[in-house]
C-alpha cells in the first residue's frame, strides 16, 4: 500500500500536470509545482485568493457558463461556479479551455475538473490539467497541409479544365480543315487520303481524351451537379441502345436487351446514366471477341435496389487486373493492342455511379467474359397530383371570351417530366404547350416561336438549362421572355445559383402544382406588363 504522504507529496511535485483544488466556493486551496511551472504564478499568489475561472480565458469561461445553464435549465452565474455545478452532478468534466499565465501569456489546455466529496457533501474540486500546445500545433500545421493540398488540387483541376478548353480552338481546326480537304474538289491523292485518315483518326482520338480529362476534372473540383430524380429504366435503355447497337453491328456483335414488362424507376441523373450505361456497351463492344455477345440484364438486387448488368464474351481479366481497373490513365496493358483508349472511362463511369448514390462493381473470368454491374437505389414511378391539379384549375378564374392563349414552352429531357408538365398544361385554356427535348432545339424553337414564357430544366443534354437562358438573355429576339428553372437540384444552394444567373423562377421536381401555377401566373403577368408598356 502506498502511503498518503508519499502520495500527496508525488501529485504536489509532479511538473508535468497543473493540479489545481478549491473549496466547494470555488476558491483554490491547492496549487502544486507543475501548474506554477505552467501558469508562472507562485502558490502563495494565488491560494485564498482567486478561482480557476480568473485564470481562464473570461469569453470561454462566459460562453461555458452560458452553455450549461441552457444545458441544465438553471441560471447560472459566469465563472468557475458553472464547472463546479456540473461536477457536482457527479459527472467528471474533460474540456479544453485557454489558461492565461502571470504575464498574460496565453496556451491551450485540457483540464478534468471532479467534485470532492465528504460523504454526500461537496468540499470542493480538483482540477487536473496539462498542456495541449504540442496537439494543437500539430493540428494547425496538418489543417494547413490539407488546406495548402486542396488548394493545389483545385488549381491542378482548374489548368486541367482550362487547357482542355484551349486545347478545343486548334482542335477544332486541324479537324475542320481535315474533313474540308478529305471531301473537297480535286479529291486527295491515295497518299493524301493515307496521311488525312491519319491526321483525322488521330485527332478524334485527342478530341475524346480531352472530353473524358475535362470530365474527370470536372468531377473531381465538385463541379458536377446532378438532377436525381426517378427515371424509367426502360426509356434510358431505349435510347442507349438505339446509340450504340449501330457500333456493335458493324463490329458483328449481337446485343440482348431486357424486355421490362414491369415499369422499372431508379433515382438517377438521366444524363450522367446514359452517360454511365453508354460507356460500359461501348466497353462491352470494343473488347470482345469477333462475333461475341454483349447481354444486358436487370434484376432486383434487393427490395431497394435495381442491379443493371452489361455481360460481355471478351478475354476476361485477371485478378491483378481486376485490382488496377478504376485506376486513371491505366489500360491494364492494352495500350499496346488494337484498341484505342484513354483509360479514363470508367474512372468517370465509377464517380458518377457514386454521385448517384450507386455502386459499381464487375465479375470476371478470363478467356470467358466480364459483367460489369451498377447497383441503384429503386423508386416509384412519379405520380401525377392529378386532384390538385383539378382543384388548382377550379380556383382559378375563367378564361374571358376573346382572351389570348398563351405559348409555353418547355425545354426538358426526362419524358415523364414532360408528360407530367403536359397534363397540368392541359388544365390550363390559357395556355399552350411547345416542348424541346434538348437545350440546343429550345433555343431554336424560343427564337423560331417567340413563346410568352420558357420552362427550362437545368440538367440537360450537351448544353445545360443555364446555359441555354444565357443564349436567350442575350439575344434581343428572345431576351423579354421570362424563364423559369424546373429541376431535380432542390439545395437552397442550387436555388440561389440559378436565381443569381438570371431565372424568373426557381422551381423544383418533385412539382408542387399550386407553387407551379403561382409562378406561371407570376410570369404571364411580367409578359403583360411588358407588352402593354
Known amino acids: 500500500m502506498l502511503k498518503a504522504a508519499a ?9 508535468n500536470f497543473s493540479i489545481i483544488a478549491t473549496d466547494e466556493k470555488g476558491i483554490i486551496q491547492l496549487f502544486n509545482l507543475g501548474a506554477e511551472r505552467m501558469l508562472g504564478y507562485k502558490a502563495e499568489e494565488v491560494v485564498n485568493r482567486i478561482s480557476p475561472s480568473d485564470i481562464h480565458d473570461p469569453q470561454e469561461v462566459m460562453a461555458r457558463a452560458h452553455a450549461l ?43 478534468s475538473i471532479t467534485a470532492l466529496r465528504d460523504g454526500d457533501r461537496i468540499i470542493g474540486y480538483l482540477l487536473i490539467g496539462t498542456d495541449n500546445s ?67 483518326k488521330a485527332g478524334w482520338y485527342l478530341l475524346e481524351l480531352i472530353n473524358e480529362v475535362l470530365d474527370l476534372a470536372l468531377i473531381e473540383s465538385g463541379k458536377v451537379t446532378l438532377s436525381r430524380e426517378p427515371l424509367s429504366l426502360a426509356e434510358v435503355m431505349l435510347e442507349c441502345r438505339a446509340m450504340i447497337e449501330p457500333q456493335a453491328q458493324r463490329r458483328g456483335i449481337g446485343m440482348t436487351f431486357p424486355g421490362l414488362t414491369v415499369p422499372v424507376f431508379v433515382n438517377a441523373d438521366r444524363v450522367r446514366l446514359k452517360q454511365v450505361l453508354i460507356n460500359l456497351l461501348f466497353n462491352a463492344i470494343k473488347y470482345n471477341r469477333p462475333g461475341g455477345s454483349v447481354v444486358v440484364e436487370c434484376a432486383a438486387a434487393d427490395a ?28 491494364l496493358d492494352k495500350g499496346a493492342g488494337a484498341e484505342e483508349g484513354t483509360g479514363i472511362g470508367l474512372v468517370v463511369t465509377k464517380r458518377l455511379v457514386e454521385l448517384m448514390g450507386g455502386v459499381i462493381g464487375v465479375d470476371s473470368t478470363p478467356s470467358v467474359g466480364s459483367a460489369f454491374w451498377v447497383d441503384l437505389r429503386r423508386c416509384a414511378a412519379p405520380k401525377f397530383a392529378a386532384a390538385q391539379a383539378e ?59 417567340r413563346p410568352d414564357l420558357i420552362l427550362m430544366d437545368i440538367n440537360l443534354p450537351g448544353m445545360g438549362g443555364i446555359e441555354a437562358m444565357e443564349l436567350l438573355h442575350a439575344d434581343p429576339l428572345t431576351a423579354h421572355i421570362p424563364i423559369l428553372a424546373l429541376s431535380a437540384n432542390a439545395v437552397p444552394h442550387d436555388i440561389a445559383k440559378g436565381l443569381q444567373a438570371g431565372f ?30
Open 69 to 111: 445553464s441552457i444545458e441544465l435549465k438553471t441560471p447560472i452565474a459566469p465563472g468557475f461556479e458553472a464547472l463546479a455545478f456540473k461536477a457536482s452532478r457527479e459527472i467528471e468534466d474533460s474540456y479544453e479551455l485557454t489558461y492565461i499565465r502571470k504575464d498574460g501569456s496565453r496556451f491551450p489546455a485540457v483540464v
Open 391 to 449: 382543384q388548382a384549375a377550379a380556383s382559378r378564374p375563367p378564361v374571358a371570351d376573346g382572351a389570348p392563349v398563351r405559348t409555353l414552352l418547355y425545354v426538358e429531357d426526362n419524358p415523364a417530366n414532360l408528360e407530367l408538365v403536359e397534363q397540368l398544361i392541359a388544365r390550363r385554356p390559357d395556355l399552350r404547350l411547345l416542348c424541346a427535348a434538348d437545350a440546343e432545339l429550345g433555343v431554336e424553337f424560343a427564337r423560331t416561336h
Open 7 to 15: 502520495l500527496q507529496t508525488a501529485i504536489f511535485n509532479s511538473a
Open 134 to 200: 504540442v496537439r494543437k500545433l500539430v493540428e494547425s500545421k496538418l489543417n494547413d497541409a490539407m488546406a495548402a493540398a486542396d488548394k493545389a488540387n483545385r488549381a491542378k483541376t482548374d489548368f486541367i479544365s482550362s487547357m482542355s478548353h484551349e486545347l478545343r480552338t486548334p482542335l477544332n481546326a486541324i479537324l475542320g480543315f481535315a474533313q474540308l480537304i478529305e471531301s473537297g474538289s480535286p479529291a486527295p491523292t491515295p497518299a493524301q487520303r493515307r496521311s488525312l485518315d491519319q491526321i483525322l
Open 304 to 331: 431497394d435496389t435495381i442491379r443493371l448488368s452489361v455481360r460481355d464474351t471478351g478475354a476476361g481479366l485477371s485478378a491483378e487486373q481486376l485490382a488496377q481497373l478504376f485506376q486513371p490513365f491505366n489500360r
Open 504 to 533: 424568373f423562377d426557381y422551381l423544383t421536381k418533385p412539382i408542387k402544382v399550386d407553387r407551379f401555377m403561382e409562378a406561371l401566373d407570376a410570369a404571364l403577368k411580367f409578359t403583360a406588363t411588358k407588352e402593354a408598356a
